[in-house]
């Protein structure tokens, strides 16, 4: 390797040659100047061409208003969106309120619009035709929660009750009474749907915020707080079983440690021993009815349901009930009389699962089984909803006598008609059944009524709450769900008790779940 060192030039020229003839000293600073306008074109005119409008900053009331411009969705205010310029129709919604929509003009900036944007803001309240209406969807909302279990890394829960405080603060100037009732409506609706800290602390959140003009707590919602608790501890003297759920260990603890807790155990534990009152005389004539459905009589009267330990999602909190004399289908509906409805009622059929489909009446399980249901048309229909069992229950009206009125039992009246019956044995997965067994076939006990524990799980025409026994009156708003029960062949024996409570949407179909009737007698 040499080691001669070698010196590095002082300076290095550099020569431009000409281009097209054209000497350097002319065309390097036009190419500059072209270079420095193509930047200044791209970057204060050209946003200006392609993106000609305006950034909207939306605020509304209430807050989580769907934002639509053209029918294109932007997404929801408050929030700022670009609107391209021009006449543009504008439409706001949000359930519950009144679609507000409007023709707007939108300006925009040519030069400089990407350094300095031309913007505006909207600002628009929302009119709400009835507070009632958002007090009904929330409730449905909180309720369809309340059966997803804790929150956990994969969701969390919506604030529903916070949002329909904050909803229901935005229509308080027009109708504070209103608001106030609307919030009281909810509140009876949600709290038996309290199953998990997460949703008693949406609730609590919502209640305490009421009466101010933020979402925080205020010296109103407070007060209005501890009174609604204050009533609900002595309305609902069982209160502490759910609490004993629905908290964590150590709150748990607390509440267990209190004579409160003492005295809704005591409570708890002298409804059990009452039971029905006079059920030997319960059981009534039958009757058969058109399609050759057989009906029993059941006096009614007073009865304490519930209370069966370990019973699943509330059936073991006790509760005391009045009935009035009805009379219940000895068996599940059979496939035979439903296929006299859709033959009386076409639109009904499977090959309208479609039609039925698009108006959220049924799902895609509807009588999906139906083949097989013709092959035996004694087997308990399945397959259909509760949108299709209250059709089926209206239509059988108009072939009874006057005044007489079909329908889905009550779940009191379901639970009561099983006490009379005390069915103990039915069709279960234990014994291998790859499906229900004709109706009749499934277990009877002492009124002549078969198949209410085991074969197919039962509608009833209620609404379904995890902790409704909790509390004296239903809630006047609906709940996402209703209430089936009874079990059925895919249900394993084994831990299963007559009390558990079960489920279903009611536009769900499911090859487990039929119903039957009962008839109330026409009025004297």
């Known amino acids: 390797m040499s080691n001669e060192e070698h010196e590095s030039p002082e300076e290095v020229e550099v020569r431009l040659r000409p281009v097209l003839g054209i000497a350097p000293a002319t065309w390097v600073p036009v190419a500059y100047g072209l270079l420095t306008a193509l ?18 900053t939306f605020v509304t009331t209430p807050e989580r208003v769907s934002i639509r411009v ?7 205010a408050p929030g700022t969106y670009f609107v391209r310029s021009g006449e543009r129709e504008l439409e706001l919604a949000r359930p519950g309120f009144r ?3 409007e023709t707007i003009r939108v300006e925009g900036r040519r030069l400089g619009s990407w350094i300095v944007p031309r913007r505006r803001t909207l600002r628009v309240n929302l009119e709400s035709p009835d ?3 958002l007090a009904g969807a ?9 059966l997803a279990g804790e929150a956990s890394g994969q969701y969390q829960f919506p604030p529903i009750a916070r949002a329909l405080a904050s909803d229901l ?15 009281e409506a909810f509140a009876e609706a949600a709290l038996p749907q309290v199953v998990s800290e997460a949703l008693l602390n949406d609730l609590a959140a919502g209640a305490l915020s009421l009466g101010g003009d933020t979402p925080v707590a205020v010296p109103a919602g407070i007060a209005g707080s501890v009174q609604r608790l204050a009533r609900a501890a002595a309305d609902a003297p069982l209160l502490p079983l759910q609490l004993a759920s629905a908290l964590s260990a150590d709150r748990r603890s607390r509440v267990a440690a209190t004579r409160w807790a003492d005295e809704a155990a005591a409570a708890a534990r002298t409804l059990s021993t009452i039971g029905l009152e006079g059920s030997a005389a319960l059981a009534g004539t039958t009757a058969r009815l058109p399609l050759g459905l057989e009906f029993v009589e059941l006096a009614g009267g007073d009865a304490v349901l519930g209370g069966e330990a370990r019973a699943s999602r509330g059936g073991d909190i006790p509760r005391r009930v009045t009935l009035a004399p009805y009379s219940i289908a000895i068996t599940e509906t059979p496939y035979s009389a439903y296929r006299a409805f859709v033959a009386a009622n076409p639109a009904w059929s499977a090959d309208n699962r479609s039609d039925l489909m698009e108006r959220g009446l049924v799902d895609e399980e509807y009588l999906a089984d139906v083949e097989r249901l013709e092959r035996d048309p004694s087997l308990p229909v399945t397959g259909v909803s509760v949108h299709a069992a209250t059709a089926f229950a209206e239509w059988y009206t108009t072939l009874l006598g006057p005044g007489a009125t079909a329908r889905l039992p009550s779940e009191a009246e379901w ?9 103990a044995e039915g069709v279960f997965a234990s014994a291998a059944a790859d499906g229900p067994v004709r109706v009749g076939e499934a277990g009877s006990g002492r009124a002549g009524i078969t198949g209410l524990v085991g074969n197919v799980w039962e509608m009833t025409g209620d609404s379904f709450a995890p902790y409704a026994f909790v509390y004296p009156a239903a809630p006047g708003l609906p709940a996402a769900h209703r209430v089936v029960r009874g079990g059925g062949w895919g249900t394993e024996s084994v831990g299963f008790q007559p009390g558990d409570r079960g489920s279903i949407d009611p536009s769900w179909c499911s090859p487990f779940i039929g119903f039957r009737l009962v008839v109330s007698p026409a009025a004297p």
């Not at 053209?70 to 929801?76: I, P, S």
């Not at 929330?138 to 309340?146: G, L």
């Not at 603060?169 to 919030?183: L, V």
């Open 169 to 183: 603060r935005a229509t308080a100037a027009a109708d504070p009474s209103a608001s106030s009732a609307a919030w």
């Open 131 to 133: 507070p009632a209406s």
């Open 39 to 56: 930047v200044l074109f791209f970057v204060l005119v050209y946003p200006g061409i392609r993106h000609h409008g305006s950034l909207v």
């Open 138 to 146: 929330a409730a449905v909302e909180f309720s369809s929660w309340s």
């Open 70 to 76: 053209d029918g294109t969705r932007l997404g929801t």
């Open 99 to 101: 679609t507000y929509r």
């Open 415 to 423: 639970e009561f008609a099983l006490a009379v019956s005390a069915q």
